[in-house]
């Protein structure tokens, strides 16, 4: 890839920078702002270094959240990538059935997050919810509004009801780029299914799964309408994400200068994260081709 | 279609993925107190009250077309700042092009939670509170970013050779771009407003925090609506399933493009 040097381009990414900056830039800063200071009220607002940042890091119960965010996204990634890819490779490859699938899969990924809560309220409610009766009906005791245990595999179950389809059609899509000379030169060869797939579709999906991989990092530690419309963050603290431990000190308790110094630490934990796994990925890649 | 193993895999995930979005359909055909007093797998005797309910009270169905307005206004502004932007991304270096990259991306990574106040701040500053183009403004943060990232793949899939060419033949870069280019990558700018019609639509926290009354999305007219009359679960199904329809619409029109759309990626 040997692009041109020129930087007249920066012209041609102004309108994004413009409209990028007043969504981001400022309130970063205004972020940046409270978190060092302690506002009383308008015009009275006193500099405090580092003090709120001490405080939020000694919170017990941000460190309790933030283990149970880490735990969370662990889970989704562990479960929705190998789920996604195998659904991926189970897809038809051409006809009626694929438009009919990819509509079905897809169906999930455009309701409104808060809405995503509210049905899987009505469908696992022990009383009128199919699935909370069926579950009791079998003699197991199930009440996600009860038990801690109840309540993580329902927001487990919603999360990977509500996201492991953007895996798939990711994965879906690297599988479609794949020329069929590359499996008719398998089929010769009398490569195994799971040849095939370790040496030829897996390196392929390389880039999808990437994107797959950081999207669902991102979106599952930023998590905060469905969990917080199922649950509210219980029973106890059992399903309190980082967000809504961030939105209970922001809006609920009013202490701006916490809440910022909290959501600093956040983003800066996401951007390690991801940069991570970025850099992780394009580096395998490198290495296999 | 052959049936086999994989095939019968596949039905079974389906049916499973489609239960919870039929049990909500079959409690939007029925009345609460029927849903509360037995429990049926169907629904013995549908009824569109809760529909007609929704669709004759100006509070419920505004919020509908309030979302419509801010999410095709978001899709709009996203496209049209994210197309020049990554076509320089796709044919030129320049200074801090790979941050530049890296750092829109950021903005994809932080927490709306996080920007909730400073947003309220910002727009009651310029008086767009309750506006649509205040939550259509908001929800760029994250959709021109992945705006930008899409076109870019798709535009890096379309040879560079067209673009000299049509140089040598004295096409000026606004023409060669609104002529040649962009019917070229039509795929990628389809596919593009679908994923910013998509997280827009979804995305709740920001619109409800920037938004009254005149502006409201349908989602926060639901959260509303349950705290001021108790549980009515029919109304509330059924305004869920109302919340589906457009989504499936806009999926249905852009389904093969979806798998084809990915895979020209750089990525």
């Given amino acids: 890839m040997n692009k041109p ?7 041609l990414v102004l309108p994004v920078v413009i409209v990028v900056s007043f969504s981001a830039i400022i309130p970063l800063m205004t972020v940046v702002n409270y978190s060092v200071q302690d506002i009383f009220g308008p015009g009275q607002r006193v500099f405090v270094g580092t003090e709120w940042f001490k405080d939020v890091l000694s919170d017990s119960r941000l460190r309790d959240a933030l283990w149970r965010q880490f735990t969370f996204s662990g889970l989704v990634l ?14 038809p490859k051409r006809g009626i059935g694929v438009p009919v699938t990819l509509v079905l899969l897809a169906l999930p990924l455009l309701i409104p997050w808060n809405v995503i809560g509210t049905i899987w309220i009505i469908f696992t409610r022990p009383d009128i919810g199919l699935f909370g009766v069926i579950v ?14 109840d309540a993580w595999i329902t927001v487990m179950l919603m999360e990977v009801w509500h996201w492991t389809s953007l895996v798939t059609l990711l994965a879906y899509a690297g599988l479609q780029a794949i020329p069929e000379a590359y499996f008719q030169a398998a089929r010769i060869d009398g490569a195994s299914t799971w040849a095939t797939f370790w040496y030829i579709q897996l390196p392929k999906m390389r880039g999808v799964l990437t994107i797959a991989i950081l999207l669902r990092f991102m979106d599952s530690f930023l998590i905060y309408a469905e969990p917080f419309v199922l649950t509210g963050g219980g029973p106890g603290n059992s399903t309190t994400f980082l967000s809504i431990y961030l939105v209970k000190v922001a809006v609920g308790q009013f202490d701006l200068g916490p809440a ?17 796994f970025y850099q992780a990925l394009m580096r395998v890649g490198t290495r296999d081709g | 279609m052959r049936i086999n193993k994989r095939s019968i895999g596949l039905a079974i995930y389906l049916g499973l993925l489609m239960l919870p979005i039929y049990w909500m359909l079959n409690m939007s055909l029925r009345t609460n107190a029927d849903i509360l007093g037995v429990f049926s797998l169907y ?8 529909y007609v309910k929704i669709f004759k009270d100006s509070a419920w169905y505004s919020g509908y077309i309030n979302s419509i ?8 502004i996203s496209l049209l700042a994210a197309l020049p932007a990554a076509y320089a991304f796709s044919r030129y270096r320049f200074m801090g092009d790979t941050h530049m990259f890296f750092w829109l991306l950021t903005n994809r990574m932080a927490p709306a939670a996080v920007f909730l106040l400073p947003f309220f701040q910002l727009y009651s500053t310029f008086g767009l509170i309750d506006t649509h183009i205040a939550v259509a403004l908001a929800h760029c943060l994250f959709n021109v970013p992945l705006a930008v990232w899409i076109l870019e793949g798709f535009m890096s899939g379309v040879s560079r050779e067209i673009d000299e060419t049509a140089y040598i033949d004295g096409y000026s870069l606004p023409r060669f771009f ?3 280019f962009v019917p070229l990558i039509r795929t990628g700018i389809g596919v593009t407003a679908f994923f910013c019609f998509m997280f827009s639509w979804v995305e709740l926290l920001l619109a409800r925090t920037l938004t009254v009354t005149n502006a409201k999305p349908i989602a926060a007219t639901m959260t509303r609506t349950v705290s001021a009359t108790g549980l009515d679960w029919g109304l509330l199904a059924a305004a869920g399933v109302l919340t589906i329809v457009p989504g499936a619409l806009v999926i249905w029109f852009v ?13």
């Avoid at chain 1, 800066?268 to 991570?276: A, C, E, G, K, P």
């Avoid at chain 2, 629904?43 to 809760?50: E, I």
């Avoid at chain 2, 307005?69 to 709009?76: A, E, G, K």
Wanted: charged share 10%; net charge positive.
């Fill in chain 1, 136 to 149: 009791n009906g079998l003699g197991v005791a199930f009440d996600h509004t009860a038990a801690p245990l």
């Fill in chain 2, 69 to 76: 307005i801010y999410v095709s206004m978001n899709t709009v």
């Fill in chain 2, 178 to 180: 609104l002529t040649v």
């Fill in chain 1, 78 to 91: 562990l479960i929705e990538i190998p789920l996604g890819v195998l659904i991926a490779l189970a897809m």
């Fill in chain 1, 260 to 276: 910022a110094a909290f959501s600093l630490i956040y983003f800066m934990i996401v951007l390690l994260f991801s940069y991570l």
């Fill in chain 1, 5 to 11: 040097w020129n930087n007249k381009a920066w012209f």
């Fill in chain 2, 255 to 267: 389904r093969d493009y979806i798998a084809k759309g990915f895979a020209l990626g750089r990525v």
């Fill in chain 2, 43 to 50: 629904p013995k005797d549908p009824t569109f009250a809760n």
